[in-house]
C-alpha cells in the first residue's frame, strides 16, 4: 500500500502514459515486494476459494484501480499536491462518516 498509494508525486509523470499498462505494471512490482517480505517473514501466503476470489476482484476494481486511474487523471488537471491532501483526507471522512 506504502509502495502504490505513496506515488502521488510520480503520478504527474504518468498523464501521458497509457494509463492500465503502467497501473499493471506498478501493482505487479508491488505484489512481488509483498510476496518477497512475506517468504522473508515465513509467513504462508493462502491461495483465495470460491467467493473470496468476488471479492477480491470487487476490492482491486473499485479500492485499487479506479482510485490509481482517479489520481492519475486527477493529476493532470491538478497540482500533485492537492491530489494529495484529498487521498490523505479520505481516510479521515471514511472514519467520521462512516459511524454515522
Same mark, same amino acid.
Given at each position: 500500500m506504502v @509502495? !502504490? #498509494?505513496s506515488s502521488v508525486t510520480v &503520478?504527474? &509523470? *504518468?498523464v501521458d502514459a497509457p494509463l492500465f499498462g503502467v497501473q499493471a505494471v506498478r501493482y505487479t512490482m508491488a505484489a512481488l515486494l509483498l510476496f518477497g517480505l512475506a517468504r522473508l517473514a515465513r509467513v504462508p501466503i493462502r491461495t483465495p476459494r470460491g467467493r $473470496? +476470489? @468476488? +471479492? *477480491?476482484a470487487g476490492v482491486a476494481a473499485t479500492g485499487l484501480v @479506479?482510485?490509481? =486511474? /482517479? =489520481? =492519475?487523471r486527477g493529476v493532470a488537471h491538478a $497540482?500533485? /499536491? =492537492?491530489i494529495a491532501v484529498a487521498v490523505a483526507c479520505a481516510p479521515v471522512l471514511f472514519g !467520521?462518516? #462512516?459511524p454515522l
Amino acid at each position: 500500500m506504502v @509502495l !502504490v #498509494g505513496s506515488s502521488v508525486t510520480v &503520478s504527474r &509523470s *504518468l498523464v501521458d502514459a497509457p494509463l492500465f499498462g503502467v497501473q499493471a505494471v506498478r501493482y505487479t512490482m508491488a505484489a512481488l515486494l509483498l510476496f518477497g517480505l512475506a517468504r522473508l517473514a515465513r509467513v504462508p501466503i493462502r491461495t483465495p476459494r470460491g467467493r $473470496e +476470489w @468476488l +471479492w *477480491l476482484a470487487g476490492v482491486a476494481a473499485t479500492g485499487l484501480v @479506479l482510485f490509481n =486511474v /482517479a =489520481v =492519475v487523471r486527477g493529476v493532470a488537471h491538478a $497540482e500533485p /499536491a =492537492v491530489i494529495a491532501v484529498a487521498v490523505a483526507c479520505a481516510p479521515v471522512l471514511f472514519g !467520521v462518516i #462512516g459511524p454515522l
